[in-house]
Structure formats: structure tokens, C-alpha cells
């Protein structure tokens, strides 16, 4: 079935008699070109899934706006296409408000969202003029410290959270770092009106990939009983309620995706009842997904180098725990193909990189082309979200290079790291030299 060139399968994986293709370049070209491990993004997939997501939320609730939350994917490339389609940035710290404004982002279109900040993320942050979603109410009076701002949201923790990650990025309820428990809020809108500010938002980012679509309505009835009666208590007329992201793709072949159309239907009835239950001026709503727009659109092509024969039989490619933190992590799935081998028979194998800890052994078994040789290709499917952003360098391996393919175009948009890029930094004092 996923021989079909037209059939993009799960995660757009085009195959064409065995051969892989992302966009219209067969990843044979790819690697020959720019080298592996490389991580591959589908500028057309990307804009696809961007327009989809805003279209379905927009149709139902016109005065929306969608921020891309650019830890995810922090290419500058990525960045501006995402800027291209009318998105806004969501920051997570001082780097990534002057990644947004490197590209040409700034003001209301950049929510800072970072949390347990410094005083300089504080002070960078306000003379930045982006709109902080402050995590704490103990921020506040720091924040004071250095100016006011002209807009303050906070980040609410409605009580519940969710992800099909798992416990790792529950981002809300009880077990979380982040937001304000529901019986601070109004104290800490009291204390930002009685300092003098006077326009507001409210924030809240309960879990990452979520494929229930019901889930986004149910948090948003959350959030909006919390907004709704400090809104009515303190005579404040928000002008925005941003949901966050958590917008999930399907990670495994089998696996159901989001309603995306429920879910934004849902949420937006939601959104609407709880205005006008609290008789609330009717805010802009806001998302800042992340995952959602690059997660499927990003591929990572790796190269058997090695094959061993042992207790079992592993497959020893370039893509490592350092490349793809996720499956060591968080024990995340992530689909593999072979190049020119996905109709051959399967066998269960293993997989795995090359550094020095077992955790790198990321695939223990799996049903994968039995004849896979040597220098053969490998193609990780859904790799574009939390992929290159969370690599690191660990036993020499150095960060992969980043492309990007426009239907038959494949440009470089970040180069693959060197040595030099291993040691910058570095200091040896004089004496240890000797
Ligand atoms: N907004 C805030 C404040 C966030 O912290 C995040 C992600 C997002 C938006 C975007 O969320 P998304 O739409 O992608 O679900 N490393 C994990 C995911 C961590 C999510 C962190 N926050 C993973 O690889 O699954």
C-alpha cells in the first residue's frame, strides 16, 4: 500500500518502488548531498499542517490567533515560515524572543512563557516588549522591580493535564512546575490591577500530544471557570485566552489522529458558553502548538554502519540518543523505514547508535526488512517536533545538519556541527598547557 506514490501514508512518507522520498527528493540524493545523520523538514507539509490547524479553530472562532511555540523545531528557516503564515512565536526564554525578532517578530506577537525566570530574563523580557505569560505570581513584584508592562497574562494550572508522551510532559495538575494554582489566580490579578496594569490576557499549557479530541474543550471549561469568575471579581475585561499547545500526531502506524475538526469545534463552543456565563467581553482566543505543525514534517535519515550478530541481531546506524533524545527519554516510538527494502520480508531486529550507554540502544526489537545491509538508509518518520532542538553532543557525536525540501528543492539550512564546533568555548588555563 505504501508502495503507491500517492499514498502519503501516516506521516507523508512517500515510497515509490522502495524508494523513500520526502517531497519530491528521494532520500538516496539527500544523504549523498548533505551526509547523514541529517534532519529533513517538508516546507509544503509544514504550511499543509499550519493552515489546517488555524483553519479549523479560526472557522469557528474568527478572532484567533496561533503562535508557534519554536522550542519544538528552532530553526530560523522554520521560524520564518511559520512567521509567513501568520504566526506569531511563543518564547521560552530571552534566546528565543531574539530568535522571534531575528526573523522580524516582535511586541504582541511574541508571549513570553518561560518560567521560574531571573531577574535578567525579567528585565530582557520587558525591555523586549513581548507579552509575558507570567508562571507565578512571585514573579510579579520582581517584575515590578524593572517597569510595567503594558499587558500581563499568567499561566494558569487548571488542576489537570495530559499527554500521550506520558507523566513527562504533563504539563498541569498536581505533579507540575508550571502555572498558578486556581486559588491564586485572583490574588494575582488583584495584585497586577492594584500596581496599575491594565490590560490582560490569561495562558494555561496543560500536556503535550493529545490525539482526544474532548480533551480541549474539557480544559478549556477548566480555564474559563477559573478566568470567568476573577473576570466578574475584579471587573477586568481579558483581552485574550491562550490554550496553549498540545495539539497530537499519531506516532504509531496504527494509531488514531486528532479530530482536529471536534476538537476545534468543541473547544470553540466551549469558549463561547463560559463568555457568556461569566458575561465576559469576548476575548481573542490564542494557541501556541508546536508539535502539530512540524512534528510529521520532519524526518531524520541515518545509515546502517555496522550489523551485529550476537545475543541479538542489531542494526548500528548514525541515529543515536544524542540525535533523538525521545525514545531514551520518554520511551517514545518512532517508525522506521529502510530505503529500497520496505516490501522485502521482515525479521525482528534491534537498532541502535553509536555512543557509550545502553540507553542508545533505542529500538530493542523490531519488525524491519530482513535483508538490511551496510551502508543502507534509514528513515525516521515524525522526527521535525523536539527532534533536532533536544540533540546534543555526547561522545564526539556532533548535531546533525538540518535541511529543508520545497517539493524538488533541498536546501541546507543548518550545518552539520564540526570539532571546532565541539571545542568553541572552551578555555584551557595557561598552566595546564605546560
Ligand atoms: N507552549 C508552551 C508554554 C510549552 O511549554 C509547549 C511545549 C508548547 C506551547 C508546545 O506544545 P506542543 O503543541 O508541541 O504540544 N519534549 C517533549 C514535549 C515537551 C513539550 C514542552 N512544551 C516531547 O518530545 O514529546
Redesign the pocket.
Known amino acids: 500500500m505504501r508502495n503507491n506514490p500517492e499514498d502519503y501514508g501516516k506521516g507523508n512518507m512517500k515510497i515509490h518502488e522502495d524508494q523513500i522520498f520526502i517531497g519530491n527528493v528521494p532520500v538516496s540524493t539527500l544523504a549523498a548531498e548533505f551526509g547523514t545523520p541529517v534532519y529533513v523538514y517538508d516546507e509544503q507539509k509544514i504550511r499543509a499542517n499550519y493552515r489546517r490547524a488555524y483553519g479549523a479553530f479560526a472557522r469557528h472562532y474568527p478572532d484567533f490567533k496561533m503562535f508557534y ?1 519554536v ?2 523545531c528552532n530553526n530560523p528557516a522554520i521560524v520564518n515560515i511559520m512567521r509567513q503564515e501568520g504566526a506569531g512565536v ?1 518564547a ?1 526564554s530571552v534566546n528565543e524572543i531574539l530568535l522571534a525578532k531575528s526573523v522580524g517578530l516582535g511586541g504582541e506577537d511574541v508571549m513570553f ?1 518561560g518560567n521560574f525566570l531571573s531577574d535578567s530574563d525579567i528585565r530582557q523580557g520587558l525591555e523586549s516588549g513581548v507579552i509575558f ?1 507570567l508562571d507565578d505570581l512571585s514573579i510579579l513584584p520582581r517584575l515590578l522591580k524593572f517597569g510595567k508592562p503594558e499587558i500581563l497574562s499568567f499561566r494558569v494550572n487548571p488542576g489537570y493535564g495530559k499527554s500521550n ?1 506520558g507523566d ?2 504533563t ?1 498541569a495538575g498536581p505533579n507540575a512546575k508550571f502555572g498558578i494554582h486556581p486559588d491564586d489566580v485572583l490574588k494575582a490579578y488583584r495584585m497586577a490591577k492594584e500596581a496599575g496594569i491594565r490590560r490582560f490576557g490569561a495562558h494555561m ?1 496543560t ?3 493529545i490525539t482526544d479530541a474532548e480533551y480541549f474543550p474539557f480544559v478549556t471549561g477548566l480555564l474559563m471557570d477559573i478566568i470567568g469568575r476573577t473576570g466578574r471579581e475584579l471587573g477586568i475585561d481579558f483581552e485574550f485566552i491562550d490554550l ?5 500526531i499519531p506516532y504509531r502506524p496504527d494509531e488514531a489522529p486528532l479530530d482536529l475538526e471536534r476538537a476545534a469545534e468543541l473547544t470553540a463552543r466551549m469558549f463561547r458558553s463560559k463568555v457568556a456565563e461569566y458575561g465576559l467581553k469576548a476575548p481573542q482566543l490564542k494557541m ?5 505543525f512540524v512534528g510529521n514534517a520532519g524526518y531524520l535519515i541515518g545509515t546502517v554502519h555496522s550489523i551485529k550478530h550476537s545475543y541479538r541481531t542489531i542494526l548500528g546506524t548514525d541515529i543515536g540518543m544524542n540525535t533523538l533524545a ?1 525514545p531514551a527519554m ?1 520511551g ?1 516510538y518512532h517508525h522506521i523505514y529502510v530505503n529500497g527494502k520496505e516490501s522485502h520480508p521482515r525479521k525482528a531486529l534491534g537498532l541502535c547508535g553509536q555512543l557509550c550507554e545502553n540507553t542508545d540502544f533505542w529500538v530493542k526489537e523490531r519488525e524491519l526488512p530482513e535483508d538490511t545491509a551496510e551502508g543502507d538508509l534509514v528513515v525516521v518518520e515524525n522526527a521535525g ?2 527532534g533536532f532542538g ?1 540533540s546534543y553532543q555526547y561522545n564526539g557525536r556532533l548535531r546533525p545538519a538540518e535541511v529543508l525540501v520545497n517539493g524538488g528543492n533541498a536546501m541546507l539550512v543548518r550545518e552539520r556541527e564540526t570539532f571546532e564546533d565541539m571545542v568553541r568555548h572552551t578555555i584551557v588555563p595557561e598552566y595546564l598547557k605546560k
Open positions: 511555540a522550542k519544538c511563543d521560552a512563557s505569560n508522551v513527562f510532559v504539563n499549557m500536556g503535550s500530544c496553549g499547545g498540545g495539539l497530537g501556541e502548538p508546536a508539535r502539530y525521545r520518554y517514545s517536533a523536539y533536544m
